[in-house]
């Protein structure tokens, strides 16, 4: 594998930035909580327990929901007309604008690196319960073409989507199952039993050196 | 317009006939989408017919999520719901809820204790037993144990047995399912136990109940429905009946006529005009017995002996109103008239204002149900984009319902079935309809390609191929 970690990583240093669109998830009245430049929390604890910093509420059916901010970073856009006002669903609320974080940063590098399955088409993916329960024995498990490891859910059928491409070990799953995925993006990320070390090396070397 | 503005909580095409009756009624409306229909041209349409200012579409993160309809209603002022069909058109409890809430609002379908008496196929069933109504040899309560239901299947198989039936079989239902969905044939008690399991499973994951029916299976028989329409005031009319035998392999209607049999296209071994007033009568009698007030579907199977069994209630507006509403005259009335418009007119409180000697039947009625599907396997959806469709322009022999634009592109989203059109054709004598079907398809053009740029797919074919043996056994 003759992956040059550290040109990756001066091109991510370059700009070690990324924006994240917050939307609203359902209907309903929106109340602000932030201004536009405010810094916010992400969620913390040892498990994530604690809910970052709170963003805004929608109130639907008299129930408030509060949206707590998924990253640490900056306020960088507020759509501050929507204070007050009945908002529909998947309405762009705020932006963050965020530094890479070290598994950010990972799972570019992996991107990169990995022999990556992509979706087929656009459906929802979901992980067959043979390879979930495969993952929770052993986070990098075995797989080789033909095995049934994704469920694809189109038009209210399922079909069982077989891996093809080279066998290895699962790397990395860059999707939550059950989640509508667009064509092409990656479903997850193959390495050769060779390369296994080397990868993990590389790993470890970004959690080391990203600060 | 009047006060009364309704919230239209479906998608595609019936959501544009929903409407449509709401233009003709002088009633204000609007519409709801997901991310997903964002294209369609229900969501077009609604913002069009707004030409006053007033927003009419509004994104909601799911059809099935009541609070975000609820929500819309309050935020529109809207004061009723027209649920359409699926969703939640039989959902006793978001009927039920729609009248418990602060700001009430009416829900176009019958009261919430008929949706809940009829829509449990169980219930549906005792209640017909009750008034000598003949229904399917099986079950009249979900089962829920293994033991129980294999003692079920094997009297039903050893009955099949003695009166000589060819290919016993049995189904498997999930007693709180519907729309063709968790029902499986088993043809030996051997395998019964594995086919149970799956169903209850099934069941359980879908509908929250791991109730399971088991039925024989009847062959070689068709599934005729009788239309009724109810008003609040008592008035009982029915328009007919009709023929759904043409099916998908996942039990989804493909072409529907109306009415349900015709003795001129094929010499059936019982009395077929008899047969159909039994199923009427019957229906009819179990509608008053209930009190029902909106429009519903009963739903029959008719064996090749003649023999009709009641199957359930769908209390609902239908896909196939349309054949219904095709072949009917109201004296009075110039026009057909809109099942839609009297299910509006109904929930409100309006009397029907005819009775059944004032309708009378003309013709016959096809409806073709036109979706991006490969049927040579096994009806498996096809989604992309589509590139041209036109449909033949409305005519006196036909009518047509669809939510994809003809004047740009519509990518077919991938959340919902492949359904593209419906297509009403009328016709003098049912040769005629047939006749007629054949020129419909032969002028539709539907163009589009996959992901990977591979050719659109459609059931025009087997629409076609269909249409050769319509209403025989």
């Known amino acids: 594998m003759d992956t040059n970690l550290n040109t990756i990583l001066e091109e991510i240093r370059q700009n070690p930035f990324e924006k994240q669109v917050i939307t609203t998830p359902h209907t309903g009245v929106l109340t602000f909580s932030v201004k536009e430049g405010a810094q916010v929390k992400g969620p913390g604890g040892k498990w994530l327990q604690r809910p970052g910093s709170l963003l805004f509420t929608v109130e639907r059916e008299l129930n408030s929901k509060k949206i707590f901010s998924p990253c640490a970073g900056e306020v960088s856009w507020l759509h501050t007309e929507l204070e007050g006002s009945f908002t529909e669903a998947f309405e762009p609320v705020l932006t963050i604008q965020y530094r890479l974080t070290k598994e950010k940063v990972i799972e570019r590098i992996l991107k990169q690196v990995l022999t990556v399955f992509a979706a087929p088409q656009r459906a929802r993916y979901f992980l067959s ?83 | 317009m009047t006060a009364e503005k309704i919230l239209i909580a479906n998608r595609g095409e019936i959501a544009i006939r929903i409407m449509e009756a709401c233009l003709v009624l002088d009633l204000d409306f609007v519409v709801v989408y997901t991310p997903e229909d964002k294209e369609s041209m229900h969501v077009e349409l609604a913002m069009d017919k707004s030409h006053d200012g007033v927003k009419r579409a509004y994104c909601i993160s799911n059809y099935r999520d009541p609070n975000e309809l609820f929500a819309v209603a309050d935020a529109t002022n809207a004061t009723a719901i027209h649920p359409g069909y699926g969703f939640f058109s039989e959902n006793f409890r978001f009927a039920r809820r729609c009248l418990a809430r602060n700001r009430k609002l009416t829900f176009i379908g019958p009261r919430w204790e008929v949706i809940r008496d009829l829509g449990s196929k169980i219930n549906t069933k005792r209640l017909a037993k009750k008034l000598g109504i003949p229904v399917i040899p099986g079950t009249d309560m979900p089962i829920y144990s293994e033991i129980d239901a294999e003692g079920i299947a094997e009297e039903l198989f050893y009955s099949q047995d003695q009166q000589g039936v060819r290919e016993p079989s049995v189904l498997v239902k999930a007693s709180a399912g519907g729309g ?62 009709r023929n759904c035998t043409i099916q998908s392999t996942g039990r989804q209607k493909r072409v529907e006529i109306a009415p349900g049999f015709d003795p001129s296209v094929c010499n059936y071994s019982f009395e077929a005009e008899k047969t159909l007033e039994k199923v009427v009568t019957h229906s009819v009698k179990l509608a008053k017995h209930v009190g029902y007030d909106s429009v519903g579907t009963w739903e029959w199977v008719v064996t090749q002996d003649g023999m009709p069994y009641l199957l359930e209630v769908n209390t609902r507006i239908q896909v196939e109103n349309g054949i219904s ?149």
């Open chain 1, 129 to 211: 319960p043979d390879f979930s329960a495969a993952m929770e024995k052993n986070a990098c498990p075995a797989i080789k073409p033909g095995d049934e490891i994704f469920i694809m859910s189109l038009m209210k059928r399922d079909t069982i989507l077989p891996y093809s491409g080279d066998g290895g070990v699962v790397q990395n799953v860059f999707f939550k199952s059950g989640s509508i995925v667009d064509e092409g993006t990656p479903l997850i990320g193959v390495c050769p039993p060779e390369n296994l070390e080397s990868i993990q090396k590389l790993i470890a070397q970004v959690r080391s050196e990203w600060e």
């Open chain 2, 325 to 473: 509403a095709r072949i009917a005259r109201i004296s009075g009335m110039n026009d057909y008239p809109s099942l839609l418009e009297e299910q509006i007119r109904s929930a409100f409180g309006d009397k029907l204002g005819y009775k059944q000697q004032d309708i009378s039947f003309e013709g016959t009625s096809i409806e073709l149900r036109i979706v991006a599907e490969d049927t040579r396997r096994g009806f498996s959806p096809w989604c992309g984009t589509i590139t041209r469709f036109d449909l033949p322009m409305p005519s006196s022999s036909w009518t047509t319902h669809t939510h994809v634009p003809s004047h740009r592109t519509y990518t077919i989203p991938t959340e919902y079935d492949p359904n593209l059109a419906l297509a009403i054709i009328w016709g003098a004598t049912t040769d005629d309809a047939r006749v007629k079907a054949k020129e419909f398809i032969k002028n539709t053009r539907i163009e589009g390609s996959g992901p990977h740029g591979e050719k659109i797919v459609t059931n025009l074919d087997y629409l076609e191929n269909r249409l050769q043996n319509i209403l025989i056994f």
């Open chain 2, 180 to 241: 063709g969905m968790g029902i499986e044939e088993v043809h030996d008690l051997a395998t019964f136990r594995q086919v149970y399991r799956r169903i209850q499973n099934y069941a359980k994951r879908l509908f929250g109940d791991e109730g399971v029916l088991i039925e024989q299976c009847l062959r070689d028989y068709h599934h005729i429905e009788v239309q009724l329409l109810c008003s609040q005031h008592g008035e009982v009319v029915h328009f007919g009946t």
